[in-house]
Nanobody, 114 residues
Framework: QVQLVESGGGLVQAGGSLRLSCAPS????????IGWFRQAPGKQRELVAS???????WYIKSVKGRFIISRDNAKNTVYLQMNSLKPEDTAVYYC????????WGQGTQVTVSS
């Protein structure tokens, strides 16, 4: 069973930036297709960005132009660079395959203050 670990969240003021990381724990599993999801209080979890090897990245409209998903194959890590953060980006962020098929990790909390 693949276990992914998210990190890099925190508290930031509106307009600030954060970089989230996602890597498999205790495994050499190679991440070929990955998505970043988020779940805000009282809302459903939503896919915000995804990347598949050999294909262009995809972004939900609300983050397009502000978030960048990237991967470091040498480190087997996927990142989500989040710029120009807004209070509405506040959520717990998770990674999983774009169509979720692995157990959810604990996620990483992102809080954007106004």
């Amino acid at each position: 069973q693949v276990q992914l670990v998210e990190s890099g969240g925190g508290l930031v003021q509106a307009g600030g930036s954060l970089r989230l990381s996602c890597a498999p724990s205790g495994s050499t599993f190679s991440i070929n297709a990955i998505g970043w999801f988020r779940q805000a209080p009282g809302k459903q979890r939503e896919l915000v960005a995804s990347v598949i090897s050999g294909s262009n990245a995809w972004y939900i409209k609300s983050v397009k132009g502000r978030f960048i998903i990237s991967r470091d194959n040498a480190k087997n890590t996927v990142y989500l660079q989040m710029n120009s953060l807004k209070p509405e980006d506040t959520a717990v962020y998770y990674c999983n395959s774009p169509i979720p098929k692995w157990s959810w990790g604990q996620g990483t909390q992102v809080t954007v203050s106004s």
